[in-house]
């Protein structure tokens, strides 16, 4: 893992305000399953006590998780990046050769990434492969499928 996690201040908001949630509502809701469970008689024999308590441990190691990422993140500025070649952050038009069509993504860090709104990690392969280059180049990608070939169209910053 990288010693740090680079992020936008979108993501930064919504890592924090996701934490927060957490350990507010999500701390109150399994502490409270725990109690209703605990009420239901010998704890020995409770599977529904020892689901809300294995539900409890899954609820913690979520919030340690998050707030070790929190420690690492690092919220870059966004209109301090050079938009000649490809780097965290930048919306690049890509366009594979192999089927000749063109695609947008924005590359973000491994906790933004989403693929539903276009958004690729920097650690995945295709990230790996876009970073660094310049417009009219080739990157070469190796995917499940073998090596497909992307030329870079454009980069911007959204």
Known sequence: MSKYSYMTQEGF???????????????????QAIAEAREKG??????????????????ELKISEMEAVLARARVLDQSELDTSK??????????????????????VSETEANLKEKKIS?????????????????????????????EIM???LI
């Open 13 to 31: 908001d919504k890592l924090v305000a996701e934490l927060e949630d957490l350990r507010t509502r999500g701390r109150s809701e399994a502490a």
């Open 42 to 59: 010998d704890l020995s024999e409770n599977a529904e006590y020892d689901a809300a308590k294995d539900a409890q441990g899954l609820l």
């Open 86 to 107: 490809v780097v965290v952050f930048t919306t690049v038009t890509i366009k594979n050769l192999k089927i000749n069509k063109e695609m947008k993504y924005q590359l």
């Open 122 to 150: 920097v650690t995945s392969p295709i990230g790996k492969g876009l970073l660094g280059k310049k417009i009219g180049e080739v990157a070469d990608i190796q995917t499940p499928n073998g090596i497909i070939q992307f």
């Open 154 to 156: 454009n980069i911007e």
